[in-house]
């Protein structure tokens, strides 16, 4: 084939793409999910997993929403995965358009070059999988008039018109992630940040959980450490790599953890990370910071301090009480616990993108924290010789 038989064909493959985008969405009838593990099923495999034990019901992933804000590199892959997995419904959020830039990657073909990310994405997830019902919004989710109506779509986007069980950020930017992040906080949405670092060759996911974890505006945002000068990736004319196996990677450990999260078996990593240069996988868990700036991320944390203490209350309630016949000397035991700050110590292999910012009260507390030197030793030891 020549190449003008490839431009002719590559127009009319894009025609026909155009056609069946404009007739299609939403009319196809939902097919109920088979438990049969039997060849005929087109989701045996899947079922299988729930004969074998390792998920009590696999059938419920048909009841669940999720929203994936981006859908480039991990985005799009991730779609496609819970697509594949029988998701009940997804809904697409991005307002950039496919670039034959985007071809050294998965998922997006030739012929769709200049339409929108979710148009292109909502026809190739339904011709791979009729049975999930997709929305997808062609808006930028960071203005105040978008973020109005992408927090609707949270609240009452699911199957049954009300709150959407979880989010997952697929962006590329610091600000759709903390337009993400206060949305989450605001109704109190579970939701997983991805990334991957412009040289292509590290990845993360995190898990936030609003309350319990740290949320992207407690602390400086985790990223795996690179141990390569970030001078020599900024040159000019030069923009950031993309590898569709990074993409994949850093795609497959969001899928897979979110459907931990949802189907309720193994253990959901609350930060994960990826060095392809070395192989290396770390792990860590941030406590969120009771002085952290958004304010309803500090609300979730009061309720989820008292639904904690609820619970320790229940057992010690279920729990045999200790009981003595007299207690002559009035000793009691008194709850002294107080509220850690945030553990800014990360682990190996791990980095903050930024380094936090320092108030002057924390630089002051940090001086009279400061290591005695020898002199200054010497002087306490001579003080106690002579009490």
Not at 297 to 320: G, N, P
Not at 357 to 372: C, H, I, R, W, Y
């Amino acid at each position: 084939m020549n190449p003008l038989q490839r431009l002719i064909k590559q127009i009319d493959d894009r025609e026909e793409f155009l056609s069946r985008l404009s007739t299609r969405a939403n009319t196809l009838p939902l097919k109920p999910m088979s438990s049969e593990v039997v060849d005929t099923n087109p989701y045996s495999r899947l079922m299988a997993l729930k004969r074998m034990g390792i998920v009590k019901n696999y059938e419920d992933i048909r009841n669940f929403t999720v929203a994936i804000v981006g859908v480039g590199g991990i985005g799009s892959v991730t779609a496609e995965m819970l697509t594949r997995c029988g998701i009940g419904k997804l809904i697409l959020f991005d307002y950039d358009k496919v670039e034959m830039a985007n071809m050294n990657r998965l998922f997006y073909k030739p012929f769709q070059d200049g339409l929108n990310k979710v148009d292109a994405a909502k026809l190739t997830l339904y011709d791979i999988n009729p049975d999930v019902t997709i929305d997808a919004f062609n808006f930028d989710i960071t203005t105040l008039e978008n973020f109005n109506h992408f927090i609707t779509c949270l609240e009452r986007g699911s199957l049954t018109s009300s709150k959407i069980d979880l989010v997952l950020s697929c962006v590329d930017n610091f600000e759709a992630r903390m337009a993400i992040n206060t949305a989450c906080n605001e109704i109190g949405l579970t939701w997983f940040e991805s990334g991957v670092s412009e040289n292509a060759v590290s990845g993360h996911i995190q898990f936030i959980n609003p309350g319990e974890t740290a949320c992207f505006a407690c602390a400086p945002p985790l990223v795996v450490a690179s141990n390569i000068d970030e001078k020599t990736l900024k040159k000019e004319g030069v923009c950031a790599a993309s590898l569709p196996t990074t993409m994949g990677i850093v795609a497959g450990f969001l899928v897979q953890n979110a459907l931990k999260y949802l189907l309720k078996f193994g253990t959901v990593t609350h930060y994960l990370g990826y060095n392809a240069l070395e192989d290396f996988f770390p792990t860590m868990k941030m406590k969120p910071n009771p002085n952290c700036d958004n304010k309803f991320c500090v609300k979730r944390q009061k309720e989820f301090a008292l639904i904690a203490k609820d619970k320790v209350d229940v057992v010690e309630t279920q729990a045999d009480v200790i009981t003595h016949e007299d207690n002559e000397w009035g000793i009691c035991v008194v709850d002294e616990t107080t509220e850690e700050a945030p553990n800014l110590q990360v682990s190996e292999g791990i980095a903050l993108a930024y380094e936090p910012v320092q108030t002057e009260m924390e630089g002051d507390f940090a001086n009279q924290l400061s290591p005695m030197d020898d002199s200054s030793l010497q002087d306490l030891m001579e003080q106690m010789k002579n009490l």
